[in-house]
């Protein structure tokens, strides 16, 4: 059974960071890009960042270069989202993907508080 279960998500203060965790199972991701998307209030789901399938490559939507890091752990088979100098507007349902399979986690919610 194919999953991706997100977590580290939460309260945090502006300007903070949180660690954002994909751990899929069912698939190895190895064998794919991956992603991550995010859903503001109210709001239509959004890219955040993409990393190919040996990590050494990236993309990340404007408003969060260099603040986000993607990243992969293939041998974990784990995606991770670094996210810092965080801002109310990062305020979100989070999302892993693996766009070529249409797999989609159940999301995490993060929220930026003053």
């Known amino acids: 059974q194919v999953q991706l279960v997100e977590s580290g998500g939460g309260l945090v203060q502006y300007g903070g960071s949180l660690r954002l965790s994909c751990a899929a199972s069912?698939?190895?991701?190895?064998?794919?890009?991956m992603s991550w998307y995010r859903q503001p209030p109210g709001k239509e789901r959004e890219f955040v960042a993409w990393?190919?399938?040996?990590?050494?490559?990236?993309n990340y939507r404007d408003s969060v270069k260099g603040r986000f890091t993607i990243s992969r752990d293939n041998a974990q088979n784990m995606v991770y989202l670094q996210m810092d100098s965080l801002k109310f507007e990062d305020t979100a349902v989070y999302y892993c993907?693996?766009?070529?399979?249409?797999?989609w986690g159940q999301g995490t919610q993060v929220t930026v508080s003053s």
């Open positions: 990393i190919s399938k040996t990590g050494g490559n990236t």
């Open positions: 993907n693996c766009p070529v399979r249409g797999y």
């Open positions: 069912g698939f190895l991701i190895s064998n794919y890009h």
